[in-house]
T-cell receptor
Framework: TQLLEQSPQFLSIQEGENLTVYCNSS?????LQWYRQEPGEGPVLLVT?????EVKKLKRLTFQFGDARKDSSLHITAAQPGDTGLYLC????????????FGTGTRLTVIP | DSGVTQTPKHLITATGQRVTLRCSPR?????VYWYQQSLDQGLQFLIQ???????AKGNILERFSAQQFPDLHSELNLSSLELGDSALYFC???????????????FGPGTRLTVL
């Protein structure tokens, strides 16, 4: 059974602080994606990581895929109120048909 | 704006009823996916269509069904509704052609279903 556990579940920080969100599984994934979802909207893709050990940067966001491809992390530097939202990691399901299995989510609030 | 449209945005109905949710994919996308997001289960894959044909099934109840029409829009039908069916239902689309590497899914704004 696929399972993607994210931690922490909730995170409330002050503007300017750094934070890290984790996505862990006991299963190996061929790739992992990170999404951000804002209230009233659908998830929006931030990044896809494919290679074990891969690090990708998107402005103040740094994404890392674990060497064994079982975990991933998202680090945000100098968080801003615009970073507020639900962060979801996701991997391909076992159907092989491009649909996604989502993690449990981390709800981030950045206080001005 | 992802280019994926969903109607209606909100839907309130009673237990036992039947509703239809509609999705129009981005222009050119052949694959449509339906997901359910609830507080206790998170975001879960329900069903996928590719060019009018069912391609994959996830955690979709037998009371739920879907189809994709020749113009590529899709409908998700929910029947014999229960309180626990209250959730956000998202449609996503992609250019994925049925083989090869996974590609980006673009999500619509969702339909919030409330069953009273």
């Amino acid at each position: 059974t696929q399972l993607l556990e994210q931690s922490p579940q909730f995170l409330s920080i002050q503007e300017g602080e750094n934070l890290t969100v984790y996505c862990n599984s006991s299963s190996v994934f061929s790739s992992l994606q990170w999404y951000r979802q804002e209230p009233g909207e659908g998830p929006v893709l931030l990044v896809t990581v494919v290679t074990g050990g891969e690090v990708k940067k998107l402005k103040r966001l740094t994404f890392q895929f674990g060497d064994a491809r079982k975990d991933s992390s998202l680090h945000i530097t100098a968080a801003q109120p615009g970073d507020t939202g639900l962060y979801l990691c996701a991997g391909p399901t076992l159907t092989g048909a491009n649909n996604l299995f989502f993690g449990t989510g981390t709800r981030l609030t950045v206080i001005p | 704006d992802s280019g994926v449209t969903q109607t209606p945005k909100h839907l309130i109905t009673a237990t036992g009823q039947r509703v239809t949710l509609r999705c129009s994919p981005r222009s050119g996308d052949l694959s449509v996916y339906w997901y359910q997001q609830s507080l206790d289960q998170g975001l879960q894959f329900l069903i996928q269509y590719y060019n009018g044909e069912e391609r994959a099934k996830g955690n979709i109840l037998e009371r739920f069904s879907a189809q994709q029409f020749p113009d590529l829009h899709s409908e998700l039908n929910l029947s014999s509704l229960e309180l626990g069916d209250s959730a956000l239902y998202f449609c996503a689309s992609s250019v994925w052609t049925g083989t090869g590497m996974s590609d980006t899914q673009y999500f619509g704004p969702g339909t919030r279903l409330t069953v009273l």
